[in-house]
């Protein structure tokens, strides 16, 4: 049985969105930065206990003028990763609008949310104490993660964290597969059923000619 769903990323400019996402699908940093025009994505395959998923990662710009762009894009979202930078204090007042936004649009409080504190090698330029991450984690229930891109430091949690709670979620029944939640079951019998189906087609095919 594989899994497919979907992540947005959610944060301001220059807080290490596109970096986390390189890093994870390539594991490769650039000390050089190049704004995201729009909506960027990746297609990862994970593995975790012997089971797949497809996890679809969508890199959001940071820059005002490509708001609009987001609402689309929430519509089959499974869960997002909202990035702040330790060392900038704009971009972790940023934190609470774009957890209300996701949570606005999407209308279900069990859709998954990590709010990821980024750029912890720079800890003597830090302005954002972990008390304050903390904070966010009991006022908005959201997951916390501490990470470096640069050093490469957390980034393997971030997919266990989200497949952890969407499985515990969906066996319980608090979620579901649909387009709304943008999470995708395929077992080994639908495949099984898609290639006899095709099988048939092609002898009804045959036969006819």
Request: glycine letters at 4%.
């Amino acid at each position: 049985m594989s899994l497919t769903f979907k992540l947005i990323i959610l944060g301001d400019q220059y807080c290490g969105k596109t970096s986390i996402m390189n890093r994870i699908s390539s594991n490769t940093f650039y000390n050089t930065y190049s704004a995201t025009i729009g909506i960027d994505y990746t297609n990862i395959k994970y593995t975790k206990d012997d089971k797949e998923y497809n996890i679809v990662l969508w890199d959001t710009s940071g820059q005002e003028k490509f708001s609009f762009l987001l609402q689309s894009y929430y519509s089959n979202v499974t869960g997002a990763i909202i990035v702040y930078d330790i060392t900038n204090l704009g971009s972790f007042n940023s934190v609470k609008r774009h957890i209300d936004d996701f949570r606005h649009f999407k209308n279900n409080d069990e859709l998954p949310i990590l709010v990821i504190s980024n750029k912890i090698d720079l800890e003597k330029q830090r302005i954002i104490q972990k008390e304050e991450l903390n904070k966010i984690k009991k006022i908005y229930n959201v997951f916390v993660l501490e990470t470096s891109v640069k050093e490469n430091i957390n980034l393997e949690k971030i997919f266990d964290i989200f497949v952890d709670d969407i499985e515990d979620k969906l066996n319980d029944g608090r979620l579901n597969s649909s387009h709304e939640t943008g999470i995708k079951i395929k077992t080994k019998l639908d495949i099984y059923d898609f290639e006899l189906e095709t099988n048939k087609d092609d002898k009804k095919c045959c036969n006819i000619l």
